[in-house]
């Protein structure tokens, strides 16, 4: 299957599920609340189908989406970290995935040898090109904002009646993934005004508090210590670019190098030979640049650091090997040539 065949048909991916005895529900390294929160509404709705189907986070789960999940479900939903009987389902499928890269590489190395033409995938990301080959059904929208979104049209699809915990789980896996709608469309407002007189709102958004780790406050703070500041004129509007590295918390040094006033925040860190790249940026750079980080950066550097990448237009990442170093080089490189004008470094 091509990129350019993506289409979304929920019937056919519903129909094809059905016809699975078991499946696995894999979601991706350190499962964040809508990968989670998502398989665990997947789970129930083909629990209602009559498919067994059990839920796998083989690379951990991040701590928030643990605590949302014990707090909508307490001990009804078993996730499996341990992939050893994993090879008993008849088929995978992976939830808010767009690349092997995002599993363990023994994961990966089953699903290679055991699950070409076995595998389903539903998620809101552009798909690296090599999880096409191995596909059986997918369900994939890169203009969805969250795979919450696509679980619940499946839902509805099929008829299958969810209940508050359900629609509490989706609504906070669509709540997560946009950012509290900061990055949103007309489906997810669509979506969140049929359910809303269904959840308690507030609370949903008070699942979401938590108090910062010192290591990741002291991660975010060297982030800006170390920031490389790049300055351009786009279009007639000058833009700010950081790039940084540091040795975890990628993603939220990113973020905090927004917040502090960069448009474009490049963040690098790692450690043993393993490298991860992450990138953040205002709507305002993308509509000025016409730059999709996922598609346009993170993937191409995810080729150039043995791994992959890929991501949001807002939002990307890569994994590979190397040093973090070297690879906020290359990231800045593949930059310059999509950017096509000078950036002048500020000292």
């Known amino acids: 299957m091509k990129r350019e065949e993506l289409r979304l048909d929920f019937g056919a991916f519903i129909r094809e599920l059905m016809r699975v005895k078991s499946i696995g529900?894999?979601?991706?390294?350190?499962?964040?609340?809508?990968?989670?929160?998502?398989?665990?509404?997947?789970?129930?709705?083909?629990?209602?189908?009559?498919?067994?189907?059990t839920i796998y986070?083989?690379?951990?789960?991040?701590?928030?989406?643990?605590?949302?999940?014990?707090?909508?479900y307490d001990s009804e939903v078993n996730v499996l970290t341990d992939i050893k009987n994993i090879e008993e389902n008849n088929a995978l499928c992976l939830v808010d995935v767009s690349t092997l890269d995002q599993l363990s590489k023994e994961l990966k190395d089953i699903i290679l040898r055991k699950y070409r033409s076995k595998l389903f995938v539903i998620d809101h990301h552009t798909?690296?090109?090599?999880?096409?080959?191995?596909?059986?059904?997918?369900?994939?929208?890169?203009?969805?904002?969250?795979?919450?979104?696509?679980?619940y049209m499946l839902a509805k699809e099929v008829n299958v009646r969810l209940d508050k915990r359900d629609i509490e789980a989706l609504a906070v896996a669509i709540l997560y993934d946009t950012k509290r709608f900061v990055i949103a469309n007309r489906n997810v407002f669509k979506?969140?005004?049929?359910?809303?007189?269904?959840?308690?709102?507030?609370?949903?958004?008070?699942?979401?508090?938590?108090?910062?780790?010192i290591d990741e406050k002291i991660a975010r703070l060297k982030a800006a210590i170390r920031a490389r500041l790049f300055r351009t004129d786009i279009r007639g509007k000058e833009v700010v670019i950081a790039l940084s590295h540091v040795s975890s918390y990628e993603a939220s040094a990113a973020r905090a190098l927004l917040e502090l006033g960069a448009d474009l925040a490049i963040v690098?860190?790692?450690?043993?030979?393993?490298?991860?790249?992450?990138?953040r940026c205002t709507r305002n750079f993308a509509e000025l640049t016409n730059i999709h980080l996922g598609r346009d950066i993170m993937m191409k550097l995810g080729e150039e650091i043995s791994g992959s990448g890929g991501g949001h237009a807002l939002a990307a990442s890569a994994n590979g090997v190397g040093n973090p170093e070297e690879a906020l080089t290359k990231a800045l490189n593949i930059l310059k040539m999509r950017i096509g004008v000078k950036l002048r470094e500020i000292r």
């Open 127 to 151: 798909p690296h090109p090599d999880i096409l080959k191995l596909v059986r059904a997918i369900l994939i929208d890169p203009g969805a904002c969250a795979t919450g979104e696509l679980v």
């Open 57 to 72: 986070a083989p690379a951990d789960i991040s701590e928030l989406a643990r605590k949302i999940m014990e707090e909508l």
């Open 268 to 279: 690098s860190g790692g450690k043993k030979g393993v490298v991860r790249v992450c990138a």
């Open 191 to 213: 979506i969140m005004s049929e359910i809303f007189d269904m959840i308690d709102y507030n609370k949903l958004l008070s699942m979401f508090h938590k108090e910062m780790r």
């Open 25 to 53: 529900l894999v979601c991706h390294h350190n499962a964040d609340p809508d990968s989670l929160l998502s398989a665990c509404v997947l789970k129930r709705i083909l629990d209602s189908l009559k498919v067994k189907a």
